[in-house]
């Protein structure tokens, strides 16, 4: 069983930035985040392998940047020039193994105004 405790998030004006931080309880293969707005389907954000192979959504390219710190089994997303459609609840994952159980953090909100 591997626990994930996120921090991070909050309010911020469109441009501003914000860094969440997702903290696994032991190693895992992939940690990354997934976002869900109201009324939307949860979709993925992006995602780091321990090998740093990472998966960005087109949305978000050039904007996040997801980095990890496998001593710690910490993964942080760097998210600049944020966007009112970037509102949503971020939720941390990790993938225990390639083809492993998926364990889920508690999500956080961010909410960025117009």
């Known amino acids: 069983q591997v626990q994930l405790v996120e921090s991070g998030g909050g309010l911020v004006q469109t441009g501003g930035s914000l860094r969440l931080s997702c903290t696994a309880s032991g190693s895992v293969f992939r940690m990354g985040w997934y976002r869900q707005a109201p009324g939307k389907q949860r979709e993925l954000v992006a995602s780091?392998?321990?090998?740093?192979?990472?998966n960005y959504a087109s949305a978000v390219k050039g904007r996040f940047t997801i980095s990890r710190d496998n001593v710690k089994n910490t993964a942080y997303l760097q998210m600049n020039s944020l966007k009112p459609e970037d509102t949503g609840v971020y939720y941390c994952?990790?993938?225990?193994?390639?083809?492993?159980?998926?364990?889920w953090g508690q999500g956080t909100q961010i909410t960025v105004s117009s």
């Open positions: 994952y990790a993938d225990a193994t390639v083809i492993g159980r998926t364990y």
């Open positions: 780091m392998t321990t090998r740093s192979m990472t």
